[in-house]
T-cell receptor, first 115, second 113 residues
Framework: GAGVSQSPSNKVTEKGKDVELRCDPI?????LYWYRQSLGQGLEFLIY????????KSGLPSDRFSAERTGGSVSTLTIQRTQQEDSAVYLC?????????????FGEGSRLTVL | GDSVTQMEGPVTLSEEAFLTINCTYT??????LFWYVQYPGEGLQLLLK?????DKGSNKGFEATYRKETTSFHLEKGSVQVSDSAVYFC????????????FGQGTRLTINP
């Protein structure tokens, strides 16, 4: 398993419930990104980690969204009190460093459906 | 802020046709430019990139040239194959704040045999 791993691959939840999405980046990659892909939309940036700190959280849509990264590795994106507009594919990517002139390696995403 | 605008899809072509997918950008400074591809059932992967003006990125028969004067990075391929069917995303590296990629909305390409 050398690639970026995300879980769950699919999640169906009821409006108002909390969900957690997990990302396991490529070993040794210091930078980690979360993006959201809504139907018919491009990739919307959510948050960027360098190590365990998040220098850029500017894309988080509301205070219901939060993310953390521990041990410079696994990251969890948490959505509280989910709403139907949160339905999307949540993509995680990692890179060897934080320089965006390099390549990002993406996972296959977690598809979230809020009923 | 930085942004990327892509040709709207979906695009449907016959095998061996010539492909162009337009991409223009707005950015401060001179960002790096990328094309990513998402094949059915797979994650996004880098197709090609260019880091400065007039550079040409190429891979798998695809090419794109970084045009500063027209702020464009159009994707081209001379003869497409069925296996090229995928969603293509143009992106730039934002130089504002922490480094991240800004993506266009994606163009779905279908190649018919």
């Amino acid at each position: 398993g050398a690639g970026v791993s995300q879980s769950p691959s699919n999640k169906v939840t009821e409006k108002g419930k909390d969900v957690e999405l997990r990302c396991d980046p490529i070993s040794g990659h210091t930078a980690l990104y979360w993006y959201r892909q809504s139907l018919g939309q491009g990739l919307e940036f959510l948050i960027y980690f360098q190590g365990n700190s998040a220098p850029d959280k500017s894309g988080l849509p509301s205070d219901r969204f939060s993310a953390e990264r521990t041990g410079g590795s696994v990251s969890t994106l948490t959505i509280q009190r989910t709403q139907q507009e949160d339905s999307a594919v949540y993509l995680c990517a990692s890179s060897p460093s934080g320089r965006a002139t390099g390549e990002l390696f993406f996972g296959e995403g977690s598809r979230l459906t809020v009923l | 802020g930085d942004s990327v605008t892509q040709m709207e899809g979906p695009v449907t072509l016959s095998e061996e046709a010539f492909l162009t997918i337009n991409c223009t950008y707005t950015a401060t400074g001179y960002p790096s430019l990328f094309w990513y591809v998402q094949y059915p059932g797979e994650g996004l992967q880098l197709l090609l990139k260019a880091t400065k003006a007039d550079d040409k990125g190429s891979n798998k028969g695809f090419e794109a040239t970084y045009r500063k004067e027209t702020t464009s990075f159009h994707l081209e391929k001379g003869s497409v194959q069925v296996s090229d069917s995928a969603v293509y995303f143009c992106a730039l590296s934002s130089l504002q704040g922490a480094q991240k990629l800004v993506f266009g909305q994606g163009t779905r390409l279908t190649i018919n045999p």
